[in-house]
């Protein structure tokens, strides 16, 4: 008979002892196995999947500052962030209607227009609240928004300020020509007017596809253009930073709470994105991008030939150095084709992309407050 190592019995463990309480207890387990140090590791990977559940699942965007509903119609909320007073001329943001949440224009404390406005003077400021396309609004083009912003500024006692955030620039913009004397002043935040001046990539995009292209996406979409599409479309503008990137500098800062809820609070803006009418987004792409003919004055709206020349209110251009969503080129070419005389334009250029010219935290302190004052010294 081979001799045998004697083994010794199995230790049975009592119900109540912690390692049959898992995953209760299944920390001081692992510090008693692994150690402090792996277990500091284990909580680290923890957190970063809690926090990637947080961006990859973000909250709805929401306003920061308080404000009332002062209209509500098919197309918009049209939000009031203060009550202003007799002989104010009301400051109106055009916010984007392009595929993501109005709320950019007041994104939160220290990082809002609106707040940065009303701050430094001016007494009544309102947002184009855009409300997300339904099936119902398939076919709501131009010349429906055009009437929303007539009805929100005839609301508003027919005389505006206004303000144009990107798409929502071009959008002023046709408003100022229509109707010349219910615009007091006029500013154009990263607005793409010249559609055909610069070299970027979304000038690109919309030359190198054919327009059928688009309308195969709104076709599948039932008449809309989904928000899920277009996002996708511009992560693929910058695909490393869109996700390795995103990630890795989540998980560098994941200690960083403050770093966390900051990146949440923006995937909430960035990743709820919002479904666009098929009429009015393909009219956007084929006409205004495509064929350029708002700047060639060619564009037709709410009945008549809309020419830049018509537009003789002060001017403000604000233009992004490393905008590439708008390329300062586009915004800028406005001074040459607007009928305001030279001497009331004003043309800045500041550091940093296209997101930066609203909610960027160097803009609002440096520029804005002086862009709000000019507003205000042309009542």
């Not at 010249?194 to 919309?206: F, M, N, S």
């Not at 695909?239 to 923006?266: C, G, H, M, S």
């Not at 990743?271 to 006409?287: F, K, R, T």
């Not at 060639?296 to 233009?319: H, N, S, T, W």
């Given at each position: 008979m ?11 463990l ?21 150690g402090?140090e792996m ?9 970063y999947?809690?926090?990637v ?7 709805s965007p929401?306003?920061a ?14 939000r009031?962030?203060s009550a202003?007073g ?11 209607f ?6 950019i ?24 609240d ?5 099936a119902?609004?398939r ?10 912003l ?11 300020h ?7 620039g071009?959008?002023g913009?046709?408003?100022?020509a ?9 500013v ?5 007017i010249?559609?055909?001046a610069?070299d ?6 919309a030359?190198?596809?054919p327009?059928?292209?688009f ?5 599948i979409?039932?008449g ?9 479309g ?7 930073e ?5 990630y890795?500098?989540?998980y560098?800062n ?6 966390v ?19 009015y987004?393909l ?5 205004l991008f ?11 709206g ?11 209110v002060?001017l ?6 490393q ?7 586009q915004v800028?070419?406005?001074a ?31 520029v804005?407050?002086?862009?709000t004052?000019?507003?205000?010294k042309?009542p």
């Amino acid at each position: 008979m081979l001799l045998q190592t004697p083994v010794r019995p199995a230790t049975v463990l009592p119900r109540t002892s912690p390692e049959h309480s898992v995953p209760l207890f299944w920390p001081l387990v692992a510090a008693t196995m692994f150690g402090n140090e792996m277990l500091a590791d284990m909580q680290r990977a923890l957190d970063y999947v809690a926090a990637v559940g947080l961006i990859e699942h973000p909250a709805s965007p929401e306003w920061a500052s308080a404000n009332r509903i002062r209209l509500d119609i098919d197309t918009m909320r049209l939000r009031e962030f203060s009550a202003g007073g007799p002989g104010i001329v009301p400051v109106l943001i055009i916010a984007p209607f392009a595929g993501h949440s109005s709320t950019i224009a007041d994104y939160e404390r220290g990082h809002s227009l609106v707040e940065t406005m009303l701050t430094y003077g001016a007494h009544q400021v309102l947002v184009t609240d855009w409300k997300p396309a339904t099936a119902e609004m398939r076919d709501f083009d131009i010349d429906t928004y055009l009437a929303s912003l007539k009805v929100a500024i005839d609301e508003l006692g027919g005389t505006v300020h206004l303000v144009g955030l990107c798409q929502g620039g071009w959008l002023g913009a046709m408003y100022a020509a229509r109707f010349p004397g219910k615009v007091r002043s006029l500013v154009l935040a990263g607005a793409p007017i010249d559609t055909d001046a610069g070299d970027g990539p979304i000038r690109q995009l919309a030359h190198s596809l054919p327009l059928s292209t688009f309308q195969n996406m709104v076709e599948i979409g039932n008449g809309l253009m989904p928000g899920s599409f277009m996002l996708a479309g511009w992560k693929s503008m910058h695909p490393v930073e869109q996700y390795a990137n995103k990630y890795l500098a989540l998980y560098q800062n994941i200690e960083d709470k403050n770093y966390v809820r900051r990146t949440a609070k923006f995937e909430g803006w960035y990743e709820n994105a919002n479904d666009l009418p098929g009429a009015y987004y393909l009219q956007v792409i084929e006409q205004l991008f495509k064929e350029n003919r708002f700047a060639r004055g060619e564009f037709v709206g709410m009945g008549r030939r809309l020419a830049l020349a018509d537009i003789k209110v002060p001017l403000f251009l604000l233009g992004g150095e490393q905008d590439d969503i708008t390329t300062s080129e586009q915004v800028f070419r406005a001074a040459a084709l607007v009928g305001t005389p030279p001497e009331k334009i004003v043309q800045k250029l500041v550091p940093g992309g296209h997101i930066g010219l609203f909610m960027g935290t160097q803009t609002l302190r440096i520029v804005w407050p002086g862009l709000t004052d000019w507003i205000l010294k042309n009542p």
